[in-house]
């Protein structure tokens, strides 16, 4: 839900306008392990994964009209890099759109977003936080 996955599903959405059979797929993963996750119960994890894919399904409807058709909503549990690397693995995608940083802030790529373009055997779209009126990218 950061602002540069934002911008990626917007990108997404608009390219499947050119495809009727095209699907977006849209993963969220909940980190097993973060920073941010001192201290908290592992037990909140299955609740917290429900709350997000419930608000992923509610802003779905408000991208389409009937979202089920053109929108697949994933939301995993995990390490986010090798659940990510994973998933688009065990799936057969074209492309593979993600934003070029989790700070919404500067154009720099950040550390998901390299693993991936590092490791994935599928063709890997970046969108840029920040552009000029041109679609150029700015820092």
């Not at 939301?75 to 688009?88: A, D």
């Amino acid at each position: 839900f950061s602002p540069a996955s934002w911008k990626a599903t917007q990108v997404g959405l608009e390219l499947t306008k050119f495809n009727q059979d095209a699907v977006l797929s849209i993963l969220h993963i909940y980190p097993s392990v973060s920073r941010f996750s001192e201290g908290k119960n592992k037990s909140e994890v299955p609740h917290k994964m429900d709350e997000v894919k419930s608000k992923m399904n509610s802003l779905a409807k408000d991208f389409l009209e009937n979202p089920e058709d053109k929108i697949r909503n994933v939301v995993l549990s995990g390490n986010v890099e090798e659940t990510m690397l994973q998933f688009i693995q065990d799936n057969d995608f074209d492309l593979v759109i993600l934003g070029i940083n989790g700070n919404g802030l500067d154009n720099t790529v950040g550390s998901h977003t390299l693993s991936v373009i590092e490791k994935c055997s599928t063709p890997v779209m970046i969108v840029p936080n920040k552009s000029d009126h041109n679609g150029t990218p700015t820092n």
